[in-house]
Nanobody, 119 residues
Framework: QVQLVESGGGLVQPGGSLSLSCAAS????????MYWYRQAPGKQREFVAT???????NYADSAKGRFTISRDNAKNTVYLQMNSLKPEDTAVYYC?????????????WGQGTQVTVSS
């Protein structure tokens, strides 16, 4: 089992940058595919970015060209570098870890960290 703790959120002006971290513990971190999701008030949770155990990445259209996901397996940590932030990026950002076993998928979520983009 994996436990996840997000950090790095805060208040930033439009056009600014933030770097989020997700620290994992409790299982073999390097085998998990990692995801960032976000949820704004009154809206559904949406996919932001993913990085697989092999290092392949993918992004939502809203994040392409502005956000970068990375991982450091030695530190059991996943990062989300966010640049050129817009007010519509305001949301609680969640880290997710998934492992596909032979007969089931394991999925774990962090508690979230608030990102607010405002002047």
């Amino acid at each position: 089992q994996v436990q996840l703790v997000e950090s790095g959120g805060g208040l930033v002006q439009p056009g600014g940058s933030l770097s989020l971290s997700c620290a994992a513990s409790g299982s073999i971190f390097s085998a998990y595919n990692m995801y960032w999701y976000r949820q704004a008030p009154g809206k559904q949770r949406e996919f932001v970015a993913t990085i697989t155990s092999g290092g392949s990445t993918n992004y939502a259209d809203s994040a392409k060209g502005r956000f970068t996901i990375s991982r450091d397996n030695a530190k059991n940590t996943v990062y989300l570098q966010m640049n050129s932030l817009k007010p519509e990026d305001t949301a609680v950002y969640y880290c997710n870890a998934e492992l596909m076993a032979t007969s089931r998928i394991f999925s774990f979520w962090g508690q979230g960290t608030q990102v607010t983009v405002s002047s």
